[in-house]
Protein backbone atom coordinates (compact mmCIF):
# COMPACT_ATOMS: atom_id res chain seq x y z
CA UNK A 1 0.00 0.00 0.00
CA UNK A 2 1.44 3.66 -1.06
CA UNK A 3 3.07 5.43 1.66
CA UNK A 4 2.44 8.81 2.91
CA UNK A 5 3.84 11.10 0.21
CA UNK A 6 5.01 14.80 0.25
CA UNK A 7 4.94 17.31 -2.25
CA UNK A 8 7.38 18.76 -3.06
CA UNK A 9 10.38 17.43 -2.50
CA UNK A 10 12.17 20.93 -2.74
CA UNK A 11 11.39 24.21 -2.76
CA UNK A 12 13.67 27.42 -3.01
CA UNK A 13 11.82 30.62 -1.39
CA UNK A 14 12.95 34.34 -1.24
CA UNK A 15 12.57 36.00 2.87
CA UNK A 16 9.18 37.52 2.76
CA UNK A 17 6.80 34.65 0.74
CA UNK A 18 4.79 32.20 1.41
CA UNK A 19 4.80 28.37 0.86
CA UNK A 20 2.56 25.60 1.00
CA UNK A 21 3.60 22.20 1.41
CA UNK A 22 1.30 19.46 1.03
CA UNK A 23 1.22 15.67 2.59
CA UNK A 24 -1.05 12.51 1.99
CA UNK A 25 -1.35 10.36 4.39
CA UNK A 26 -1.51 6.32 4.12
CA UNK A 27 -4.94 5.42 3.19
CA UNK A 28 -7.01 4.74 6.31
CA UNK A 29 -4.79 6.91 8.36
CA UNK A 30 -6.63 9.96 9.91
CA UNK A 31 -4.22 11.60 12.24
CA UNK A 32 -1.32 14.05 10.43
CA UNK A 33 1.25 15.54 12.61
CA UNK A 34 4.18 17.96 10.65
CA UNK A 35 7.68 18.28 12.29
CA UNK A 36 10.74 20.86 11.35
CA UNK A 37 13.77 18.92 10.84
CA UNK A 38 16.64 21.12 11.57
CA UNK A 39 20.56 20.30 12.38
CA UNK A 40 20.45 22.45 15.44
CA UNK A 41 17.03 21.43 16.66
CA UNK A 42 16.25 18.05 15.95
CA UNK A 43 12.67 17.18 15.47
CA UNK A 44 10.19 19.35 16.75
CA UNK A 45 6.59 19.33 16.71
CA UNK A 46 4.70 21.35 14.63
CA UNK A 47 1.08 20.65 14.69
CA UNK A 48 -1.03 17.29 14.25
CA UNK A 49 -4.58 17.04 12.65
CA UNK A 50 -7.31 14.39 13.29
CA UNK A 51 -10.61 14.55 11.58
CA UNK A 52 -9.66 17.90 9.91
CA UNK A 53 -9.58 19.66 13.33
CA UNK A 54 -6.30 20.61 14.96
CA UNK A 55 -5.90 18.97 17.82
CA UNK A 56 -1.91 19.24 19.39
CA UNK A 57 0.01 22.60 18.40
CA UNK A 58 3.88 23.00 19.48
CA UNK A 59 5.62 26.19 20.32
CA UNK A 60 5.57 27.78 16.61
CA UNK A 61 5.03 30.95 15.75
CA UNK A 62 1.44 32.18 14.07
CA UNK A 63 3.23 32.52 10.34
CA UNK A 64 3.11 28.23 10.99
CA UNK A 65 -0.56 27.02 10.20
CA UNK A 66 -2.09 24.22 9.18
CA UNK A 67 -5.15 22.45 7.94
CA UNK A 68 -6.79 19.03 7.21
CA UNK A 69 -9.24 18.16 4.60
CA UNK A 70 -11.90 15.53 4.46
CA UNK A 71 -9.85 13.23 2.81
CA UNK A 72 -7.39 13.61 5.29
CA UNK A 73 -4.92 14.76 3.10
CA UNK A 74 -3.21 17.89 5.18
CA UNK A 75 -1.26 20.84 4.18
CA UNK A 76 0.68 23.49 6.18
CA UNK A 77 1.95 26.82 4.92
CA UNK A 78 4.09 29.12 6.28
CA UNK A 79 4.16 32.82 5.74
CA UNK A 80 6.31 35.83 5.67
CA UNK A 81 9.17 33.32 5.17
CA UNK A 82 12.59 33.98 7.05
CA UNK A 83 15.83 32.82 6.30
CA UNK A 84 15.65 30.52 10.20
CA UNK A 85 12.23 28.63 8.19
CA UNK A 86 15.07 26.72 6.05
CA UNK A 87 14.38 22.98 7.20
CA UNK A 88 13.36 19.33 6.09
CA UNK A 89 9.41 19.62 7.07
CA UNK A 90 8.27 16.25 7.59
CA UNK A 91 4.81 14.76 8.19
CA UNK A 92 3.78 11.80 9.59
CA UNK A 93 0.62 10.03 9.45
CA UNK A 94 -0.91 7.23 12.06
CA UNK A 95 -3.58 5.06 12.91
CA UNK A 96 -6.69 7.20 14.44
CA UNK A 97 -6.79 8.35 17.79
CA UNK A 98 -3.81 6.00 20.15
CA UNK A 99 -0.46 6.79 19.85
CA UNK A 100 1.21 4.38 17.44
CA UNK A 101 4.50 4.88 15.74
CA UNK A 102 4.62 7.32 13.06
CA UNK A 103 5.04 6.70 9.45
CA UNK A 104 6.78 9.27 8.01
CA UNK A 105 6.79 11.10 4.60
CA UNK A 106 9.90 11.36 2.78
CA UNK A 107 9.99 15.17 3.73
CA UNK A 108 9.64 18.68 1.48
CA UNK A 109 13.11 20.05 1.79
CA UNK A 110 12.70 24.31 1.95
CA UNK A 111 15.36 26.69 1.30
CA UNK A 112 15.03 29.96 2.18
CA UNK A 113 17.33 32.31 0.88
CA UNK B 1 6.52 20.15 28.60
CA UNK B 2 8.29 16.89 27.94
CA UNK B 3 11.67 17.05 27.75
CA UNK B 4 13.49 14.06 26.25
CA UNK B 5 17.29 14.13 26.12
CA UNK B 6 19.38 11.46 24.37
CA UNK B 7 23.34 10.06 24.69
CA UNK B 8 25.48 9.81 22.89
CA UNK B 9 25.30 12.46 20.24
CA UNK B 10 27.74 10.07 18.10
CA UNK B 11 29.05 6.47 18.59
CA UNK B 12 31.10 4.77 16.68
CA UNK B 13 31.66 0.81 16.87
CA UNK B 14 33.40 -2.26 15.16
CA UNK B 15 31.36 -4.36 13.06
CA UNK B 16 30.32 -7.04 15.03
CA UNK B 17 30.08 -5.18 18.41
CA UNK B 18 26.89 -3.75 20.39
CA UNK B 19 25.48 -0.53 20.42
CA UNK B 20 24.19 1.14 23.09
CA UNK B 21 21.65 4.35 22.82
CA UNK B 22 20.34 6.22 26.16
CA UNK B 23 17.34 8.40 26.35
CA UNK B 24 15.79 9.91 29.78
CA UNK B 25 12.33 11.59 29.69
CA UNK B 26 11.03 14.19 32.31
CA UNK B 27 7.27 13.09 32.32
CA UNK B 28 6.11 10.57 34.47
CA UNK B 29 2.88 10.43 32.23
CA UNK B 30 4.74 8.98 29.31
CA UNK B 31 3.83 5.94 28.47
CA UNK B 32 4.83 5.56 24.39
CA UNK B 33 8.38 5.38 23.31
CA UNK B 34 9.12 4.42 20.12
CA UNK B 35 12.81 4.65 18.30
CA UNK B 36 13.24 5.38 14.87
CA UNK B 37 16.21 5.37 12.01
CA UNK B 38 17.20 7.81 9.62
CA UNK B 39 19.45 7.21 6.85
CA UNK B 40 21.10 9.73 5.19
CA UNK B 41 18.57 11.28 3.35
CA UNK B 42 15.79 9.42 4.23
CA UNK B 43 12.70 9.84 6.04
CA UNK B 44 13.16 8.10 9.46
CA UNK B 45 11.38 4.70 10.35
CA UNK B 46 10.30 3.14 13.17
CA UNK B 47 12.37 0.24 14.08
CA UNK B 48 10.86 -0.87 17.04
CA UNK B 49 8.88 0.59 20.15
CA UNK B 50 7.98 -0.33 24.01
CA UNK B 51 4.88 1.20 26.05
CA UNK B 52 5.34 1.75 29.61
CA UNK B 53 3.11 -1.62 30.65
CA UNK B 54 6.33 -3.41 29.17
CA UNK B 55 10.20 -3.67 30.70
CA UNK B 56 11.86 -4.72 27.61
CA UNK B 57 11.06 -6.15 24.31
CA UNK B 58 12.88 -7.56 21.14
CA UNK B 59 13.13 -8.02 17.48
CA UNK B 60 15.96 -10.07 16.39
CA UNK B 61 19.21 -7.57 16.62
CA UNK B 62 17.47 -4.76 18.31
CA UNK B 63 16.04 -4.36 21.97
CA UNK B 64 14.32 -1.79 23.99
CA UNK B 65 14.63 -1.55 27.47
CA UNK B 66 12.57 1.30 29.77
CA UNK B 67 12.92 1.88 33.35
CA UNK B 68 10.07 3.67 34.19
CA UNK B 69 11.21 4.19 37.87
CA UNK B 70 14.45 6.44 36.48
CA UNK B 71 12.59 7.69 33.79
CA UNK B 72 14.95 6.45 31.39
CA UNK B 73 14.66 3.76 27.93
CA UNK B 74 17.18 2.33 25.93
CA UNK B 75 18.29 1.29 22.40
CA UNK B 76 20.21 -2.06 21.98
CA UNK B 77 21.45 -3.00 18.81
CA UNK B 78 23.91 -6.42 19.00
CA UNK B 79 26.35 -7.88 16.00
CA UNK B 80 26.36 -4.66 14.32
CA UNK B 81 26.30 -3.94 10.75
CA UNK B 82 27.41 -1.77 8.26
CA UNK B 83 23.70 -1.30 7.45
CA UNK B 84 23.08 -0.19 11.02
CA UNK B 85 25.17 3.38 10.31
CA UNK B 86 22.52 5.70 10.18
CA UNK B 87 20.89 8.67 12.97
CA UNK B 88 18.73 7.19 15.54
CA UNK B 89 16.01 9.22 17.54
CA UNK B 90 14.14 8.15 21.05
CA UNK B 91 10.82 9.81 21.21
CA UNK B 92 8.52 9.95 24.25
CA UNK B 93 4.62 10.74 24.13
CA UNK B 94 1.70 10.04 26.41
CA UNK B 95 -2.39 9.07 25.28
CA UNK B 96 -3.01 12.88 24.00
CA UNK B 97 -3.33 12.77 20.37
CA UNK B 98 -0.31 11.45 18.63
CA UNK B 99 1.96 14.33 19.73
CA UNK B 100 5.61 13.27 19.94
CA UNK B 101 8.76 14.78 22.18
CA UNK B 102 12.00 13.66 20.16
CA UNK B 103 15.53 12.94 21.18
CA UNK B 104 18.79 14.96 19.52
CA UNK B 105 19.74 11.89 17.40
CA UNK B 106 22.48 9.55 17.80
CA UNK B 107 24.71 9.63 15.26
CA UNK B 108 25.70 5.62 14.92
CA UNK B 109 28.56 4.55 12.68
CA UNK B 110 29.33 0.88 11.92
CA UNK B 111 33.11 0.40 11.05
CA UNK B 112 34.17 -2.68 8.30
Known amino acids: KAGVTQTPRYLIKTRGQQVTLSCSPI?????VSWYQQTPGQGLQFLFE???????NKGNFPGRFSGRQFSNSRSEMNVSTLELGDSALYLC????????????FGSGTRLTVV | GENVEQHPSTLSVQEGDSAVIKCTYSDSASNYFPWYKQELGKRPQLIID?????GEKKDQRIAVTLNKTAKHFSLHITETQPEDSAVYFC???????????FGSGTKLNVKP
Open chain 2, 50 to 54: IRSNV
Open chain 1, 27 to 31: SGHRS
Open chain 2, 91 to 101: AASKNNFNKFY
Open chain 1, 49 to 55: YFSETQR
Open chain 1, 92 to 103: ASSLEGKNYGYT
